[in-house]
Nanobody, 114 residues
């Protein structure tokens, strides 16, 4: 069973940057398409970025050009570099496969102040 542990969130001013990390246990990580999801208060969880095992990436329109997903298969870790953050990026961020296969981790809170 793969376990996911997200970290790197925090409070940042609009225009700032954060880098999130997701450490996964289990060898299946290296062959899975992995994604970053977020859930804002009162909203459904949404996929914002994903990366295939080979490094092909896709982004939601709302984050395209600002967020970058990357992965280190040797370390079973996926990253999300977030630049030019906006208040509407405030949410709990989670990683998981895309589509979702694994149990959700605890997520990491990102709060962007205006």
């Amino acid at each position: 069973q793969v376990q996911l542990v997200e970290s790197g969130g925090g409070l940042v001013q609009a225009g700032g940057s954060l880098r999130l990390s997701c450490a996964a246990s289990g060898s299946i990580f290296s062959i899975a398409t992995m994604g970053w999801y977020r859930q804002a208060p009162g909203k459904q969880r949404e996929l914002v970025a994903r990366s295939t095992s080979g490094g092909t990436t896709n982004y939601a329109d709302s984050v395209k050009g600002r967020f970058t997903i990357s992965r280190d298969n040797a370390k079973n870790t996926v990253y999300l570099q977030m630049n030019s953050l906006k208040p509407e990026d405030t949410a709990v961020y989670y990683c998981n496969s895309a589509p979702v296969i694994f149990a959700w981790g605890q997520g990491t809170q990102v709060t962007v102040s205006s």
